[in-house]
């Protein structure tokens, strides 16, 4: 037996640059898929932004009245050269009296003509409020306070080493490494630190940051003014917040009243001294900036039917550049490399195009097809949102459920319900007690959930077999306990227990 050369007619899929690159921008979201285009813009010459049809006519319009004056000086003035120069003047004269006249056009209205070129309005950045920050704000009191220059360069270290919350959550072997300073040394300037503003900053852990804003109240136990900081720890309140944290969280009244010799009553009453109390002292100072969010698409209601609508303001719109199109199809491109070179990108260009094009074709599609699927959640609501995979979408518009998958990621769709995501239509369904065929979706489960909770007895509060049970008889919804729990737990529901209210 030999070896041989046999030939052999096989077909494989191989994943080209350009089709990754389509793949790519299908699942790119609205911002980076913006950042992406800018970057392809700036890449390729060959790419260029189309303008709107306003700064289209605006651009022939200066055009025009550049080209003007030039129409006018060879039709009604005939005369030499010469004689155009000397009428215009000579260029020192324009250098004197004409740069003066030019930029005395560009005055703001009741300013002096003379005002100084210094007074412009102030840039951006110097006009937008900055808040804050917790570190800025401690600085600003260690810079007033009467500690030395050692003691402010602990105190530097210490402010540096809070998180967002103001807790100090490293040791103090930690935040010395590395410096010539001494744990003593740190204790004595965190002790400082912590008579800062807001009360509590400083802390190592909880107790110690409610044990600081209690003994700058200064009060006793039932909330009355003149008790020494140091006897807190031996008071109601003080020993309930030294030891008994966990069991104040889980609402265990009589344990705590049994294991301090008191009543429960004068355990309601600490609860609410304790209660008015802050447990992340840097809560003020953080930034809750919100970010605004750009739908990908609209869905809204036009003679009866709902349409899908496509958001693309605030995207480049892209074309071939007229100039290097007719420079290509003229065939002055230059040396062979040049011409390689601009073919090359001529192809990247068309590619690019080609693919925002399918990618808004295909994004239109499997929302149309969500759309139909589900109808009566746009028309009535939450409670009629049908359970709903990716395989359905997929079947419905031809194509693979990995496409479906990367569409829908980061997309967003602003419909009369509100801004929602695209995720949000793909739901895991529960059997109907009432209807064997039907199907609940898990989402509207949820809200169903979320219903009886806020509307149940805070002395008598629903356990989650009493939830099912509900569910079962008044909504025909077949759901286990655990089911319950474990849709709560995703809401940020707590317990029963712990949603027990006694006053």
Request: with cysteine; aromatic share 6%; net charge negative.
């Amino acid at each position: 037996m030999k070896l041989r050369l046999v030939p052999q007619l096989t077909q494989k899929l191989i994943m080209t640059p350009q089709l990754q690159q389509a793949i790519k921008l299908l699942q790119l979201s609205r911002l980076e898929l913006q950042q992406s285009l800018t970057q392809h813009l700036l890449e390729n010459p060959l790419l260029d932004e189309m303008q709107s049809d306003a700064e289209e006519g605006e651009t022939l319009v200066t055009e025009e009245r550049v080209e003007a004056p030039s129409t006018l000086e060879e039709t009604d003035q005939p005369g030499p050269a010469v004689e155009t120069r000397e009428e215009q003047g000579s260029p020192e004269e324009f250098s004197a009296s004409g740069w003066e006249e030019y930029f005395g056009r560009d005055r703001r209205s009741g300013e002096s003509e003379y005002a100084s070129a210094q007074d412009e309005f102030p840039s951006y950045e110097q006009t937008v409020a900055k808040a804050t920050s917790l570190e800025e704000h401690l600085l600003w009191q260690l810079s007033l306070s009467g500690l030395g220059d050692r003691e402010k360069e602990i105190g530097r270290l210490i402010i540096g080493n809070l998180d967002d919350d103001g807790y100090l959550r490293i040791p103090l072997a930690e935040v010395v490494t590395g410096t010539v300073f001494t744990e003593p040394d740190v204790e004595s300037v965190l002790k400082d630190i912590q008579t800062f503003d807001p009360t509590g900053v400083g802390a190592r852990d909880l107790p110690e940051c409610l044990l600081l804003q209690l003994g700058h109240l200064g009060r006793n136990p039932f909330g009355s003014l003149g008790s020494p900081p140091g006897a807190l720890k031996g008071s109601v309140v003080g020993s309930i917040v030294s030891h008994h944290l966990k069991d104040l969280e889980k609402k265990q009244y009589a344990k705590i009243a049994k294991a301090l010799n008191i009543t429960v009553e004068e355990v309601f009453q600490a609860t609410k001294i304790i209660g008015e109390l802050e447990p992340k002292p840097g809560r003020p100072f953080t930034n809750t900036q919100n970010y605004v969010i750009v739908p990908d698409v609209f869905v809204v209601k036009n003679e009866g039917e709902w349409v899908v609508l496509l958001n693309d303001d605030g995207l480049p719109r892209m074309r071939i550049s007229p100039y290097y199109k007719q420079l290509i199809s003229s065939g002055q491109g230059g040396t062979p490399e040049t011409k390689a070179y601009m073919d090359e990108k001529l192809r990247a260009a068309q590619w690019v195009i080609r693919s925002i094009e399918q990618r808004n074709r295909t994004i239109v599609k499997v929302v149309s097809s969500i759309v139909k699927f589900q109808e009566q959640f746009f028309d009535h609501g939450v409670q009629y949102l049908k359970p709903l995979v990716l395989k359905q979408v997929a079947e419905d518009i031809g194509m693979h459920e990995s496409t479906i998958s990367r569409v829908t990621a980061n997309k967003y769709m602003y419909c009369p319900q509100g801004m929602l995501e695209l995720k949000f239509f793909f739901n895991a369904g529960l059997q109907r007690a009432d209807e064997p065929s039907g199907m609940h979706s898990s989402v509207s489960v949820r809200d169903m959930i979320k219903t009886m909770v806020a509307e149940e007895d805070t002395k008598r509060p629903l356990k989650d077999e009493e939830i099912a049970a509900r569910l079962h008889s008044k909504q025909g919804v077949c759901i286990a306990r655990r089911t319950v729990a474990k849709y709560r737990a995703e809401l940020n529901i707590p317990s029963a227990s712990q949603r027990k209210r006694f006053f």
